[in-house]
């Protein structure tokens, strides 16, 4: 019986080789099959790849380049991780590539609409983005004087300089970000008052330009109304939400 490892003639009926000690089959045994492979399925192609690709040539309806390019990253990365279980790279990169585009060509459209708009319209453009803003950061406060008093159960805060800071403790809660802590965001003062025995407290923002009349000054409290007056002063401010009650 010859060897199939070193080719050694052994004796019939050899269990070992002689030269290099090879297990030798017996007669009569069934030689060992191969298993038959397995055939894998074929790969099917993402859903999140064909829809990146329909929504960025949606061009015309709103927000459907950011789906294009939130599915087109999603796809991609799935499809790298399924070792070809996955197809339509292509497909992905395709409504990557066009929803960028349609991005960007979204934004200088807009960029070039306000550089050839009025001067007054542009102004009037500005003083409504940052009224809008403000009045966000008047209702942030609202929202974090009410966690402060949730999380620490001393009743509201007295300064904005407890709401803000990095966090960890009643005296630099990590709330509100750095600029509204130190009173000043987006050209309004902010102040908290009226917090003598921490169950109440009133908020104000007022322009920091008082001679500006087109910016509103605005002042909330505990209820979390938000109201505004044209005096852009945070005493008109108070003054009408008092009238208000």
Known sequence: M???????????????????????????????????AVPLPPPT??????????????????FSSVGAIVLGHWSRGEIKRSAGGLKGSGLALAGLVLGYATLVLAFVVIGLAIYVMPKEARSALTIGWRIGKTSTSVAAINVAQKT???????????????????????????????????????????????????????????????T??????????????????DSGTAEGCLGSAERGR
């Open 2 to 36: 010859i060897c199939r490892s070193c080719g050694t003639q052994n004796i019939p009926g050899a269990k070992f080789c002689d030269n290099c000690g090879l297990t030798l089959p017996q007669s009569g045994s069934a030689p060992e099959l191969a298993q038959p």
């Open 45 to 62: 192609t993402s859903l999140k790849a064909v829809f990146s690709l329909v929504c960025a040539l949606l061009v015309f309806v709103p």
């Open 148 to 210: 402060y008093r949730d999380t620490y159960h001393q009743g509201y805060a007295c300064s904005l300089a407890e709401l803000g800071g990095r966090g960890g403790g009643k005296e630099h809660a990590g709330l509100i970000d750095a600029e509204l802590s130190a009173g000043e965001k987006d050209g309004y003062v902010f102040e908290l008052g009226n917090c003598d025995d921490h169950q109440q407290y009133t908020i104000v923002a007022y322009p920091r330009e008082r």
């Open 212 to 229: 500006n009349p087109h910016l509103p000054s605005f002042c909330s409290d505990q209820s979390g109304t938000i109201k505004n007056s």
